[in-house]
């Protein structure tokens, strides 16, 4: 008898150890798979946001792109002539003449031309230079704002690269506003220059040749 209830002792002993096990293998796995369901949606977090990142990127730059042809367009007029009847004005308020001006220029080439403006009233709000039947030339600071620089005297610095012997310096129609009216234009034309066409990498050159 007291064998019998020894047996039933050490089997109720091992029912209860193997049901342990069992539980505590149950929590181990259930642990496994929370952290792995936390650890997929971290991921899945991470890669929306890394992709979220590149599209906020890339954005931006076709913005630059249209903001490059926006600002393209925004000095376009600046290559039309202003309409006026220059033979026809009341008096001439407006004289210019160019202070630097090249003798020879080479392909690719960034040179530059100063003009000054010598203005007899003071009923002037803006002076405005078009540039016009320009040809194989760019000019690279069109909107360049013109400086005092004596009582009535206006100074301006344009810089240009040629691309090839055919270019064609423009001329320049120098308009003189007073708010929107315009009180007087006067053309700078063109003067002659020789032209070299020579290997960028001339060491002879290097100091007048644009990299």
Request: negative net charge.
């Amino acid at each position: 008898m007291k064998f019998l209830f020894v047996c039933f002792v050490l089997f109720n002993a091992l029912f209860a150890q193997e049901a342990f096990s069992t539980q505590e293998q149950s929590l181990f796995e259930t642990k496994v798979q929370e952290e792995s369901s936390t650890t997929l949606l971290s991921t899945t977090n991470n890669e929306l946001e890394n992709n979220e990142s590149i599209e906020n990127t890339e954005e931006p730059l076709l913005l630059n792109q249209e903001e490059v042809v926006l600002e393209e367009e925004n000095y376009a007029y600046l290559f039309e002539e202003v309409p006026f009847d220059v033979e026809n004005k009341q008096s001439n308020t407006l004289y210019a003449k160019f202070t630097t001006y090249p003798n020879t220029v080479y392909t690719s080439q960034r040179f530059a031309v100063e003009i000054e403006t010598l203005i007899t009233t003071n009923e002037f709000t803006k002076i405005e230079t078009r540039f016009l039947n320009s040809k194989e030339i760019s000019i690279i600071n069109p909107e360049e704002v013109w400086t005092k620089s004596n009582n009535n005297t206006y100074k301006n610095l344009y810089f240009f690269k040629v691309y090839s012997q055919a270019f064609k310096i423009p001329t320049f129609q120098i308009v003189l506003y007073n708010e929107d009216e315009i009180i007087d234009v006067i053309y700078l034309e063109p003067k002659a220059l020789n032209y070299t066409n020579i290997a960028i990498k001339d060491n002879q050159f290097s100091n007048v040749i644009a990299k």
